[in-house]
């Protein structure tokens, strides 16, 4: 059995569904596992064009969250189109300790278009006994996004000559390049296939005039 309403505006069934949830549980996030991590990951072997960043720094956040099967998502038709849950659904908690999964609700029309109509928050109990779901239409696990730092320290291949590769080394933060932290390199591949800055290595497994191929073998040691 589907969750249905009656026939009315879009307007109208935005508006409710933007009331209802500013009527929900007040929820605080749960915290999420947070560490350093180098993008692309070490280990990885990556290719890259000219001026694009061979390496970056960020942190991964692993968080509990609900993702939500195809069944669910289209389980609560609408006159005109249905309701669904923009991907995962995260994790939080309110003030007697019981868990709650949080998401976008997206209003899909039966010709493709998405609007965005507000946040939403269920827990498992109430999504079983409102939607008439049984647990195989949704999964609840540990996710991780991995967000790039503020701060920045990156090698840019700038281009070769003979088994020269040229590198630039560049420091910003907020996305504001800072001039007198950028340095250019010149690393000679006949003598080591190794380069690298401030404990960053990159092995280069070839090099051409428009881009190159490498792994990464350990990353910048950021004080």
């Known amino acids: 059995m589907g ?24 929820l605080r996030p ?5 560490t350093k991590v180098t993008v692309p990951e070490i280990g990885s ?12 720094q960020g942190q991964k956040h692993i968080y509990e969250a609900l993702i939500p099967s195809k ?3 289209t389980n609560r038709p609408l006159h005109n189109g249905y309701l669904t849950y923009e991907g995962e659904m995260i994790a ?4 007697d300790g019981k868990k709650w999964y949080c998401g976008r609700m997206v209003y899909v029309s039966t010709d493709g278009d998405r609007e965005f109509t507000g946040n939403w928050c269920e ?10 779901m049984p647990k195989g239409t949704y999964e609840i696990k540990m996710v991780s996004h991995i967000y790039l730092n503020n701060f920045q320290m990156n090698l840019i291949y700038t281009g070769k000559r003979g088994n020269e590769v040229y590198i630039t080394y560049r420091e910003f ?15 000679d591949l006949s003598e080591s296939r190794v380069i690298g800055m401030k404990g960053a290595r990159i092995e280069v497994i070839e090099a051409t005039n428009t881009n190159i191929k490498y792994k990464i073998l350990s990353g910048f040691i950021v004080n």
């Open 71 to 73: 069944d669910m998502k």
């Open 173 to 187: 933060k907020n996305e504001w390049s800072r001039p007198s932290f950028t340095q250019n390199l010149i690393f």
């Open 30 to 34: 749960i915290p999420p596992e947070i």
């Open 3 to 26: 969750w249905s309403v009656p026939t009315f505006s879009k307007l109208a069934l935005i508006s409710m569904i933007m009331m209802l949830s500013a009527c929900g549980p007040v």
């Open 92 to 95: 939080k908690m309110n003030t």
């Open 45 to 56: 072997l990556q290719t890259r064009d000219i001026g694009v960043p061979l390496i970056e």
């Open 123 to 132: 827990n498992v109990h109430d999504l079983e006994k409102k939607w008439n």
